[in-house]
């Protein structure tokens, strides 16, 4: 599906999950009893997501902000059919200067425990993300934040390293900003999901009722919360999660859950396009899929017995070079992905496209002759072996077709030969972090709608991909576009930093997400489930 820059930003406003999600046009299932009213009913929704952590300090992946964003509380969110972080469970946030952003928070808040929830409890969560620094966790978010003070039981001054930084109002909405109970969470580690499901640490729409990890949660609405959503549509909600995605797709089909968000293949949905039982609704998404490259142990890595940082380059830009992403988008994906050709997909404020010029054949599609001249340059002669990681369930079934075309275009370069592995999610979250993946597989799916949320995540000190990249004037191109206040210089400096990093090739885009979602005729707002901030909210679904 084409579209013009123009339309794919404005549809990215509306954009909540790159992903397929769809809904039966039958009732719900397990535990709910759909009433056709809004306010009645459970809704269940099913997804092939793995929760690695209820904590927010120790995930920052779709699969555990799913939950962590029904059952926490945000100071700031983002109203469905609204690109803007708005107050959520705050009266008021404003910068009140251009390093101190301060939230006052409304009167009478509570956890579902019965503990109150004041400044005291925002600061704690916001220090502990920063202290804890768990490598799957999201303080990188947090790199420009200097302190946070509670001045008083209602007010909370942030004070920042650079001013007038751009997107703080939504690092405060994303996965950085669930507040969470001082009385329950220890300030320096990580809590287990059963010690928190026991605590009761909730406010935000919904509270865990019962918990079997990546089997089933059941929320109930919570009556306390005050925040920007309102009460939820529903009396309840269920997520269910699925091994297979053959089996989320016939439980949609048979009508047994109400809504199902990734991961379905491309087949399985065009399969569903037939269906008379749902309806497919197509857009952009803004899902990025890439290859991330361990600058510690890839072939000629720093920390490998024969490093060489010239010849790990050319290993890179010989792979940007080979890479058909026209192949992989039509032929495993079936049109559901596009190209991508920069580390922001198309459609932001800022992106531009600069690996399509930078390398193949200079119009995206990939060119043998300038791999080979690649590794000539750096003296690299022979084939180059690869260990190539990839995950089976986190990012959809048909990785495993993605990562069997991507060995199959580069060994058949006769310049790599390749050792194809998968590991299942909970495992993989981990393991990469702890150097186990010399070249591996992952997505994104932004926390906010900027460009900024595709670059200082990754291409910044103490970055989330933890690949040991660092390069200076990179940083230095991240940090500025935060604090540029003119649209169009702003707009220049993200761009340079596309370029900066699609020069050093710390990641290796490959696809970007056209969104696909199939609504029964009897499940109302389920457009509005996906929201401005990429956020999955059941809570806004009415029966």
């Known amino acids: 599906m084409a579209m013009n820059n123009k339309a794919v930003r404005s549809a990215i406003a509306f954009a909540g999950m790159s992903a397929f999600a769809l809904t039966a046009c039958t009732g719900p299932s397990g535990g709910g009893t759909s009433t ?14 793995k929760v690695v952590s209820l904590d927010p300090a120790g995930s920052y992946e779709a699969g555990s902000f799913m939950v962590m964003n029904q059952i926490y509380p945000f100071l700031l969110n983002a109203k469905p059919g609204s690109a803007d972080a708005s107050p959520d469970i705050a009266e008021s946030a404003s910068f009140t200067s251009p390093t101190e952003y301060t939230v006052k928070l409304k009167p009478d808040l509570k956890f579902a ?74 300030a320096d580690k990580v809590m287990s999901d059963d010690e928190i499901v026991k ?117 890179r830009q010989a792979m940007a070079h080979i890479v058909d992403r026209e192949a992989l988008a039509t032929q495993v994906y079936k049109g559901t992905y596009l190209p991508a050709y920069s580390v922001v997909p198309d459609g932001f404020a800022g992106a531009v496209q600069p690996l399509k010029e930078m390398y193949g054949d200079g119009t995206g599609k990939p060119s043998l002759d300038k791999a080979k001249k690649a590794f000539a340059d750096a003296g690299i002669s022979g084939t180059v ?23 199959e275009q580069l060994e058949k370069s006769g310049l790599f030969k390749v050792d194809l592995q998968s590991t299942e999610w909970v495992t993989y979250s981990k393991a990469r972090t702890a150097d186990a993946y010399p070249v591996y597989q992952l997505g994104w799916f932004p926390d906010y709608s900027d460009a900024d949320n595709y670059l200082t995540p990754f291409f910044v000190p103490g970055n989330f991909l933890k690949n040991h990249y660092e390069n200076p004037a990179v940083t230095d191109l991240v940090k500025k576009q935060l604090t540029t206040v003119d649209k169009a210089e702003r707009e220049k400096v993200l761009g340079d930093a596309q370029t900066a990093v699609a020069q050093d090739l710390s990641t290796l885009p490959l696809l970007q997400g056209a969104q696909l979602m199939v609504a029964g005729a009897d499940v109302k707002g389920v457009e509005q489930t996906l929201d401005a901030s990429f956020k999955t909210r059941l809570g806004v679904i009415s029966k």
Do not use: C, W
Request: no cysteine; net charge neutral.
């Open 385 to 407: 072996n690869i260990k190539l990681q990839y995950n089976p369930d986190h990012y959809g079934k048909s990785s495993g077709d993605e990562y069997a075309m991507i060995k």
């Open 113 to 186: 425990n019965g503990h109150a929830l004041t400044s005291s409890d925002v600061k704690f969560s916001i220090d502990r993300v920063v202290k804890i620094a768990d490598p799957n966790g999201p303080a990188s978010l947090l790199g420009n934040l200097k302190s946070v003070a509670a001045k008083d039981d209602s007010t909370v001054v942030f004070t920042l390293k650079a001013g007038n930084d751009q997107v703080f109002p939504g690092v405060l909405a994303a996965n950085s900003g669930p507040i969470v109970d001082e009385e329950v969470f220890p």
């Open 199 to 315: 605590a009761r640490p909730f406010a935000g729409q919904y509270t865990i009722e019962s918990y079997k990890k990546n089997e089933l949660v059941s929320l109930k609405a919570n009556p306390d919360y005050k925040g920007l959503l309102g009460k939820p549509a529903n009396d309840g909600a269920n997520i269910k999660y699925y091994a297979d995605s053959n089996n989320l797709k016939l439980d949609v089909q048979q009508g047994n859950i109400d809504v199902a968000g990734r991961s379905l293949t491309a087949t399985d949905a065009a399969d569903l396009e037939k269906d008379s039982k749902v309806k497919v609704h197509k857009g952009p998404g803004g899902e990025l899929r890439y290859i991330v490259f361990n600058f510690d142990t890839m072939p000629f890595g720093a920390k490998t017995s024969n490093a060489d940082p010239k010849k790990a380059l050319a290993v």
């Open 36 to 49: 056709g009213e809004a306010g009645g009913g459970t809704i269940t929704y099913g997804t092939t997501d």
